[in-house]
């Protein structure tokens, strides 16, 4: 009986991803819940640690500035159970605030981040205006499932004043693509099972919910475990040493 | 690069779309959801819902309507009319809404701007500017009408949208007040009087009647996106119809992809 078949039998038993959006108070969830749900996840909203304990995806949302998103983090104890999710290998999608908070600190507040990504935060330079609110494109460095099926000139709806500024070499590899309003500012990445948006996927029409459902099929991979080959995140620690 | 933005206006009564002058004579014309939905479709980069309801006790009824559309369109929803407070704006943005308009109650007492600001980031804020024309000379003049335009202030438009945007303010949207149903264009002086002072994105709003008016409001308005309500509802003028031109005229637009 050992076919692999347990991917269908999840805790759910509907099959559908488990997929935990946290939930901090920042802003709108239901454009999300309703995205997962239609590209066939099976979303559920997370305030504390143990809830996630049901999860196969991590979702972090989010818009607005860090120091208070970390603070509301760290009053609902999840800023640790999310680090760990994603030192031990599990897929996680940031998106907006929620990729911006994997670096290690935010030039916006001075707040310290959760430190998975060696890099900051800071203002979009020589933005013509701010915030950059509205659609843009993406320019992609390379493959990744995260974009398959969509036109390399699609549009996506960012709404942010601040984004990611990797650092390193492995920084530098972790950018998955690219935006430019004003100068270029890095609008997607990837690092083994860590992905992140600055967009919002959950607003951008047919591309973006066509992107979360490559999400869901990717982190649903990665789950099974056939993601083995994916390195986790914790094996090369917060990119030390570059 | 950043696109354009073309966005229908719904005006939402009770929790439906509703058509008429401004608060009065009000005629039911659908669902917002359906409405949005279908818009969405058609390629409208955004939704702003101007809340219209008369009685606070039926707010309920627009933060269901909220929820319903954000279910059923997948871009951006901006909602204004009669938030007065975090809690209210909170209520929105929680009920679907990306973002929320804040108005007379923001003229009224303008740290309500910097409240929400703080609470949910300047990006989620739109301030709201009414304005009409005050005077003749030789530089235009603009005062700020609040109440749907029933009521003069003495606020000098261009100088609120300057202090709007000091106390966190991420958008504005700027209305004439002259302009608005006349179908006669876009007031480009005032917008061009306040795109140039601020750096935050303005969107144009009131006089649309044809698709060289968005075009005149980007191109010598200075406007980060247009808006228009009865233009499309009435589909004299179709979304696809106005990218199209906006497009000739050499501006970014999205044209999009269906679902």
Not at chain 1, 201 to 220: C, H, K, Q, Y
Request: contains cysteine.
């Amino acid at each position: 009986m050992k076919d692999g078949g347990w991917i269908h039998q999840r805790s759910n038993g509907t099959g559908k991803l488990r997929v935990a959006v946290i939930d901090y108070g920042a802003g709108n969830l239901v454009s999300i819940d309703q995205a997962l749900k239609a590209v066939g996840g099976d979303p559920f909203f997370v305030r504390e640690a143990d809830e996630l304990e049901q999860a196969e995806a991590l979702v972090v949302p989010g818009v607005g500035a860090a120091a208070p998103a970390m603070s509301r983090l760290e009053r609902r104890r999840l800023v640790e159970p999310i680090r760990q999710w994603i030192f031990h290998g599990r897929p996680y999608l940031g998106i907006c605030l929620g990729l911006q908070l994997l670096f290690e600190t935010s030039d916006e507040d001075g707040a310290e981040t959760m430190g998975i990504l060696a890099g900051r935060t800071s203002r979009i330079e020589d933005a013509p205006t701010l915030p950059h609110i509205g659609w843009n494109q993406v320019e992609r460095r390379r493959r990744h499932a995260l974009f398959d099926g969509i036109a390399e000139n699609a549009d996506f709806y960012f709404v942010h004043s601040y984004a990611g500024v990797p650092e390193g070499i492995t920084g530098d590899a972790a950018i998955l693509g690219e935006t430019t309003h004003g100068c270029r500012f890095v609008s997607a990445i990837d690092r083994g099972n860590v992905l992140g948006v600055q967009f919002h996927p959950e607003r951008s029409g047919a591309d973006g919910i066509r992107l979360l459902a490559n999400f869901v099929r990717w982190a649903t991979a990665l789950a099974a475990g056939s993601g083995a080959q994916f390195a986790p995140m914790g094996a090369g620690g917060t990119g030390g040493g570059d | 690069m950043l696109r354009r933005r073309v966005i229908p206006c719904l005006d939402v009564a009770d929790g439906r779309v509703v058509k008429g002058r401004r608060f009065v004579d009000l005629v039911d014309e659908g669902d917002p959801a359906e409405m949005a939905a279908r818009y969405a479709g058609e390629g409208a980069d955004e939704l702003v819902f101007l809340d219209i309801t008369a009685a606070p006790e039926r707010r309920g009824t627009l933060l269901d309507a909220v929820e319903r559309t954000a279910r059923r369109a997948f871009i951006p929803l901006t909602v204004g009319g009669g938030v007065r407070s975090v809690t209210e704006m909170r209520d929105v943005l929680r009920a679907g809404a990306d973002k929320v308009s804040l108005n007379t109650a923001a003229v009224a007492e303008p740290t309500l701007i910097s409240r929400c600001a703080a609470r949910f980031g300047r990006q989620a804020v739109v301030v709201s500017i009414d304005a009409r024309a005050s005077s003749a000379g030789v530089e235009p003049r603009f005062e700020v009408v609040v109440k749907g335009g029933r009521e003069p202030t003495s606020l000098d438009a261009i100088e609120w949208a300057e202090r709007a945007v000091d106390l966190g303010a991420g958008e504005l949207l700027v209305t004439s007040i002259d302009r608005d149903g006349t179908q006669s264009g876009f007031d480009v002086a005032l917008l061009r009087a306040i795109s140039a002072r601020v750096n935050v994105p303005v969107i144009a709003s009131g006089g649309a009647g044809g698709p060289a008016d968005f075009v005149a409001a980007v191109m010598d308005g200075g406007a980060d996106a247009v808006l228009a309500a009865s233009i499309f509802h009435r589909e004299q003028v179709s979304i696809e119809a106005v990218k199209a031109a906006m497009a000739a005229a050499g501006l970014p637009v999205r044209l999009a992809r269906a679902a």
